[in-house]
């Protein structure tokens, strides 16, 4: 099948359910780090999962990512909508998207959606739900697109039926084991794959570079064991505190790195306060002093590496820190100098 063909059909009839909606947190994180890396391979902007719940209302978003955080439904297929005129075909289909579609799974970035490809995710001749993925542009070979759609459904339909069958391969040097962030060498090749995409699509790309603030006497005064428990404990405020479409990597040590498509200057900067003010809550030990954390901002401009907008947002870092008290937050500028910014500046 290819982009251009749009099958019209009536709404199909609902399969049934091998079990209820997704349940739990670790059922969500491995679907979660399913559609992470289906985005990559297809490189698209936004992939979902969702099941039927069995009424008749929209059809709730089990996890997503790339899509704005509170786009929880998306509309039923006799309704009208992309999902409805992809099933029309037995297999993986990529359909063009029409107006109003692109509403139903808004990127977080901006961009305009135009194609989206669906795959329906089954085991057992029974439907668990259905995979969804959307491009701002045209996939180049439709046929190879649908082809990886349908065996990412397949994993997927694993992961649900037996959870730990696809754990190891999930993790596999790709993500730290402490902190569930991205590894050092996973955060560099999101940080180029992101460029490469802001630079194709135009888009704002900003970057957050986060120390925490005397964490070496954590260790000293309550051995490497809370300090590893407080390091995991930081990195789930990080991952609560920013978007779907957003990533974590853990740069080393005490260092994280977050990555923001989509996002301007100003925004980036907001979040950077957010992100501060959240580690706060991090509790080490009664009686101890809140940890903080310095933060650095910098925003790619076209032509800028990855290893420079890194450097950027260090030196950012590093005169954030320089600061006996607040703010411990500064931005760099567009004249490759830094500027310190309050908490309540972001």
Known sequence: MTAGATPEVTAPPRPPLVRPLVRGSE??????LLLASFARILNSEVALFYQPDGGGGPLPVISSTGQWPGHEEITRSHQGGFVGRALGAQRA????LRAGDGELIEPADGARLTHAVVASV????????WLVAAFS???EQATVTEWATESCASMLALCLQQPTALEALLQADRYDGLTDCLSYTSTREELEREINRSSRADLSLSLCFIDLDNFKSVNDHHGHLRGNE????VAHVLHSSVRSCDTLGRFGGDEFIAILPGTTPGRALRLAARLRANVV???????????TASVGVAHWTPGTTGDQLLAQADHAMRLAKAQRGPPRLARSETDGDARLHSVEEG
């Open 93 to 96: 289909a990529l359909v063009p």
């Open 27 to 32: 059922e969500r994180r491995r679907v979660g």
């Open 230 to 233: 407080v390091l995991s404990e």
């Open 122 to 129: 089954s085991a057992a001749k029974e439907t668990l739900g």
């Open 137 to 139: 542009t045209a996939p």
């Open 281 to 291: 809550d991090v509790k080490v030990s009664p009686g101890d002093p809140p940890l």
